[in-house]
């Protein structure tokens, strides 16, 4: 709405799924120019973490933090109910075992209201995982769609299945809680046991939920294909509109935040291990057992995750269909044939309109 009105914060945040949408409409300031001046600088940065941050090989945002989504495991209700936790790699085959095992132990207490897992069949990124593990990615390099209807059926057909041996809520309590907050989610009311978020966060759900015994695990994997995780997290970007010393002091206030010690000291992993590699021990003597527990997960993932094609120009658009669509299959109004099809061609007429424009 800012953006819209012209009205734009000088120095703000922007996320890499929808960051093409305000691109392409130029406004996001290029960064190159502050490097060259000497108010921004990448020193210390490894390439591919300020790569997360260019499109079309023009630097747009710089990283505020490296993240990977993950999985959070109450391994208290584990223990309480009998059932082995979750494994580091685990896989979808996995989940639906673990998610088995769950359901039988919620019904011989004869608690029908608790699952193993939130139902994320409505979450575009969760799904991009499940799309990179079949070798493609949602998006190529020269912004067409890279998905295939396979990847839409097999990913809604395994939730549905899922829905159906009562692994996840029904769509009634997914809506329902869909929007609370955490102290109020399924999560904080021990009706899931695992759930899927930024790693980033685990000092918060490990703060906000003291009396629960909180794991790490990646998210589920696909057994002899190919890796899901990519570096994820939001970015730091300059707006366009704003006036020339406006956008001098942004981008010197954007330097202060990633590549001074002072600057790393205060923002630590708020969001994620930050871009500047070489002032790491600006803020790691400093880190918490729960930061220096996401240390540890995002350098794991580090290793094994390769870096993920940025989303197009009408990504948000895409984002909003697959949400539709996922929960229409939800509540039984569509059916995961029809529900892919209809997603890949609206997902089709919306990249081919904003390259029209």
Same mark, same amino acid.
């Given at each position: 709405m800012q953006t819209s009105s012209n009205n734009a914060p000088d120095f703000m945040g922007m996320h890499a799924q929808y960051a093409s949408d305000y691109i392409g409409r130029n406004k996001v300031e290029p960064l190159q120019p502050y490097i060259d001046k000497g108010l921004l600088t990448v020193s210390g940065w490894p390439e591919g973490v300020v790569n997360t941050g260019a499109v079309d090989g023009t630097l747009y945002m710089l990283s505020m933090g490296i993240t990977f989504s993950c999985v959070f495991a109450n391994e208290s209700l584990f223990d309480r109910l009998g059932v082995t936790k979750p494994g580091f790699d685990w896989s979808w085959d996995d989940l639906k075992t673990i998610g088995t095992q769950v359901r039988e132990k919620f019904d011989a207490e004869g608690n029908s209201d608790a699952w193993l897992m939130n139902d994320i069949s409505t979450s575009l990124n969760s799904?991009?995982?499940? $799309?990179?593990?079949?070798?493609?990615?949602?998006?190529?390099?020269?912004?067409?769609?890279?998905?295939?209807?396979?990847?839409?059926?097999?990913?809604?057909?395994?939730?549905?299945?899922?829905?159906?041996?009562?692994? $996840?809520?029904?769509?009634?309590?997914?809506?329902?809680?869909?929007?609370?907050?955490?102290?109020?989610?399924?999560?904080?009311?021990?009706?899931?046991?695992?759930?899927? $978020?930024?790693?980033?966060?685990?000092?918060?759900?490990?703060?906000?939920?003291?009396?629960?015994?909180?794991?790490? $695990?990646? #998210?589920?994997?696909?057994?002899?294909?190919?890796?899901?995780?990519?570096?994820?997290?939001?970015?730091?970007?300059?707006?366009?509109?704003?006036?020339?010393?406006?956008?001098?002091?942004?981008?010197?206030?954007?330097?202060?935040?990633? #590549?001074?010690?002072?600057?790393?000291?205060?923002?630590?992993?708020?969001?994620?291990?930050?871009?500047?590699?070489?002032?790491?021990?600006?803020?790691?003597?400093?880190?918490?057992?729960?930061?220096?527990?996401?240390?540890?997960?995002? #350098?794991?993932?580090?290793?094994?995750?390769?870096?993920?094609t940025f989303p197009v120009a009408g990504a948000t658009e895409i984002d909003a269909a697959f949400k539709s669509i996922a929960e229409s299959i939800a509540f039984g109004q569509t059916s995961v044939e029809a529900g892919a099809t209809q997603f890949l061609e609206q997902a089709k007429t919306i990249v081919a309109n904003n390259k029209a424009s």
């Open positions: 799904w991009r995982y499940f $799309v990179r593990q079949n070798g493609r990615e949602l998006y190529t390099a020269d912004g067409e769609i890279g998905f295939t209807l396979e990847d839409i059926v097999g990913f809604w057909t395994m939730y549905d299945e899922l829905r159906n041996l009562g692994v $996840v809520p029904d769509p009634a309590t997914t809506t329902e809680y869909g929007t609370a907050t955490l102290e109020d989610s399924l999560f904080s009311r021990d009706k899931i046991l695992v759930t899927m $978020v930024p790693v980033n966060q685990y000092k918060l759900y490990s703060t906000t939920f003291p009396d629960k015994t909180i794991g790490i $695990v990646r #998210n589920p994997t696909a057994v002899g294909k190919a890796v899901g995780e990519f570096p994820e997290g939001a970015h730091f970007a300059i707006s366009s509109e704003s006036s020339q010393d406006k956008k001098d002091a942004a981008a010197m206030l954007m330097n202060h935040w990633i #590549n001074t010690a002072e600057g790393l000291s205060l923002f630590g992993l708020d969001q994620g291990v930050p871009g500047n590699e070489s002032l790491s021990d600006a803020y790691i003597p400093k880190l918490d057992e729960y930061q220096l527990e996401i240390l540890d997960f995002v #350098n794991t993932l580090s290793k094994i995750g390769t870096p993920s």
